[in-house]
């Protein structure tokens, strides 16, 4: 023992001895009790059990730190369970002060506090002086004192933040180390105290309680309310947390401003951080004890939401802000790292609030420069958005619509939705502001609401105005142009341009950067989407297909719901058109999932899908499906510009209501719809009303239902109106009438014409052979007419066709019944090869899920893991990612897999052979 304290110690006798007079500190001042008092409950103390038990938990570790901003509610969390365990534990407790880090008065106090403890030591320390040298004698017979103690004690430090240097940590340090447990330190301060903490950590034996371990939960908040008597919905309980951030005191100030009032949820909206009681909080609590540098620094940088060392050093002028920022974390001045992204930090909501609260009344002038300077970062960093809001709060409308084009984000403003911030920024646009790039946003503002001359009219501003600017400085603004252009165009169904405008967008868009095209994938899905659109417009199907498969695979970002899910029916309908019916189905099936999940943010019910799946089962000759699923497509329909939904809505309906054999009312649903505007070709005429392949089909329908009724001629005179006489669909319809007409040779022309052609689509080749074996029947050549009717069927079986059969003469009929093999094939037809049609709109199981855009493989680890049943967290860790990039990989696959929950995900990729 001598060897470990020197020659010149007190023994522990001696100390124990010492008189036990009114104690004093190290300066002779009397010891306060007040320090040695846990702080009373508060009169509207919120019981934190969960913070009790974590603090319970820590009281068996050596050492427990407790460290948040001003007004985190440490020090009542600490109140509340020394409370709760003074029965069970000895508790010394502690309030520190400023002064308090001197070994003399340090050590007193401790002293005290564990003597009040009950903890056997010496009673007080009579001459502090005696204490000079605690490095050498006092500190190891303390620690071996605390060692002997039967039952540990627990010394609890409240603001040590306060408690200036070192060596009271280092001695502190010492004490617990040589106790053998029988000291157990809990340290609360605004950051952490100077202990050599990673020690404890890596030797397990550190408890800490951070921050956002003391954020408010909903039900806590709720409960302080309630003490204040304030009941708040839970939607003005979510906006409450969300502004506070669950700080504590924030919650007490806004419960103490609402108090009283009757309409408590209309108040809450507009108290801020610049409300008097809660700025006279930040003011005192952490503004006033800062230098006037540090208070500079604070009010610049407060005016962005995100701030990086970088962004700071432009903002306040100081080469050291990266040092500045850490250090402003580090001692929790309601400043946090922001972790998805490298170095970056944002202000607490209430406390930014305030400080531009402060920086407007001290220094109004710079605060427009301030944004300035902000836009120009942001946006050379691709932060768009930001550097708009920025400019915009700069009143730099050019600027901002500069930054906007220049990041060719004009798709995005077009777009608008739900996730849209962009277009939201410019609803204050002044008229007096002219420039070709406002003028550009103007028309695509203009688009998104729908008026097409307004957005017109800019874009020939737009093209008047650019003439000033050099060819450099043209690039953005020229495709942003084109795209506009072709949009205008494609609204306003202009038949003369669409297809070139189609044609020059595409190419401008493929010069632009591809780093700007990534970040804006609208962009892409826009053009795609009008290409192909123009394509169907026009007739011109199978060339339809490709750029609306293509946009529907670009339109994955958030704010591209509205153009994906209208790819996806139009895709859906062009497929079932084109007798590709499994695939209609899947595609119909998608778009009103995505819907459904974008319900209420702009993205319409999907009229074309429903119509769509009604053809599907139309065709399927599934009657009850095809009603149910055209009575869930009438109330859409008429309610979008195009005449798309409504075409295809009346054929189903004439394909049903000749089913029941109500041949004039099939031709008058037909008629209503417009079947006289069979004028059109499909070429590139005016006045158009819808897709020339649906005038054409529904022309066609009429035909063939007048052929059906025994007009034979009328129905000639029908299709003589189509522009393409030598199309396959046409030759078929002009065979079925002239067989009906008597003239059996040229009806077979016609049809030898369509039989040598392979590449017609599946329906047109089925009704070929169905017309083949009608001219062998009539002939009396059984054996043909069988061998066109066993061909029909086969053509027939991949896509379950069953109403072409239906359709036929009473001959043919007949013979598919008599024929044993044949009646049995069309029985057989299509069964158990697919699954059935998709009933997700009717509330029936989900239809196969076709990819348009692939998992990642990073995507399909995770989708593993989920169908593991593995928590995000365990995801995580098995992946070494961070929570939120898993959190991110699962929103895209439950995008691309059209699902809403993961175990959705999981049961649609088993479907489709993905795991």
Known sequence: MSLYLGANVTTVCELTEMVTSPAVAGEGDPLLRSKFTVPPPPPFLVARSRLVERLTHGAREPVTVVTGPAGSGKTQALAAWARTARGADNIAWITMEEGDGKPAVFWTYVVEGLRRAGVPLFPALADPLHLTAVDDSFLPRLAEQLAALARPVSLVLDEVSSVVGRQWANDLDFVVRHSDGGLRLTLVGRWDPPLPLYRYRLAGSLTEVRGEDLVFTEDEAAELLALHGIALTSTGLTSLLRHTEGWAAGLRLFAMALEGHDDAESLLATINGDEATIAEYFVSEVLRARSPEVRDFLLRSSIVDIVTPDLAQLLTGRRDAGRVLAGLERENMFLQVVNDQPVAYRYHRLFGELLRAELAHDDPDEISPLHRRAAGWLAAEGRTVDAVHHAVSAGDWDTAAEITIDDYAVGQLVLGGAHDRLGPMFRDLPEVVDSP???????????????????????????????????????????????????????????????????????????????????????????????????????????????????????????????????????????????????????????????????????????????????????????????????????????????????????????????????????????????????????????????????????????????????????????????????????????????????????????????????????????????????????????????????????????????????????????????????????????????PHPQTAHGGGAAETVMVEKLSKREMEVLRHVEAMLPTEEIAGAMYLSVNTVKTHVRSILRKLCASRRNEAVRRAREIGLI
């Not at 949009?487 to 020059?504: E, F, N």
């Not at 054929?651 to 417009?674: H, T």
């Not at 002009?734 to 017609?760: T, W």
């Open 437 to 835: 790039e406002v003028a550009l946003v103007r028309a695509a503002l203009a688009l998104a609401g729908a008026d097409h001359d307004r957005a017109a009219k800019q874009l020939v501003l737009a093209e008047e105005l650019v003439a000033d600017r050099s060819p450099q400085r043209r690039g953005a603004m020229s495709v942003a142009g084109a795209v506009l252009d072709l949009l205008v165009t494609a609204a306003a169904q202009d038949a003369s341009r669409w297809l070139d405008t189609a044609r020059q967008a595409t190419a401008l868009l493929g010069s632009a950067p591809a780093e700007r095209l990534a970040r804006h994938p609208e962009l892409s899905a826009l053009v795609l989407a009008a290409t192909g659109a123009a394509h169907s417009w026009f007739g011109a199907v199978d060339a339809a297909v490709a750029p609306l498969s293509e946009a529907a695979a670009v339109a994955t970002a958030d704010g591209c719901e509205a153009v994906r899910v209208d790819c996806l029916q139009d895709l859906a309908l062009l497929e079932a058109y084109r007798g590709r019916l499994r695939h209609a189905a899947v595609l119909a099936d998608q778009a009103i999932v995505l819907a459904q999940r974008c319900d209420g943010v702009g993205v319409p019910p999907p009229a074309s899908a429903q119509v769509a799946l009604a053809w599907v089962a139309v065709e399927h000759y599934d009657v009850e499906a095809a009603w149910r699923f055209l009575r869930a497509a009438e109330p859409l329909c008429g309610l979008r510009a195009g005449g798309a939904a409504e075409a295809g809505f009346a054929i189903v309906k004439s394909r049903l209501l000749r089913g029941r054999g109500e041949l004039s009312g099939a031709l008058r649903v037909l008629q209503d719809a417009g079947g006289r505007s069979g004028s059109q070709s499909g070429s590139q005429s005016g006045g158009q009303s819808r897709p020339a392949w649906l005038g054409r089909e529904i022309m066609l329908s009429r035909a063939r239902i007048l052929t059906a009724g025994g007009h034979p001629k009328d129905a000639l005179a029908a299709v003589a109106q189509l522009g393409d006489q030598d199309h396959p669909d046409v030759l078929i319809v002009q065979a079925e009438a002239l067989l009906v007409a008597g003239d059996p040779e040229r009806a077979r022309q016609a049809l030898d014409r369509v039989v040598e052609d392979r590449d017609v689509p599946v329906p047109v080749a089925v009704n070929a052979r169905l017309g083949m074996a009608a001219l062998a029947a009539a002939g009396g050549d059984v054996r043909a007419a069988h061998g066109a009717l066993h061909e029909a069927l086969r053509l027939a079986d991949p896509e379950s066709l069953r109403r072409h059969f239906h359709e036929v003469g009473a001959g043919l009929r007949r013979l598919m019944r008599e024929d044993q093999e044949l009646a049995e094939r069309y029985r057989s037809l299509g069964r158990g090869a697919h699954p």
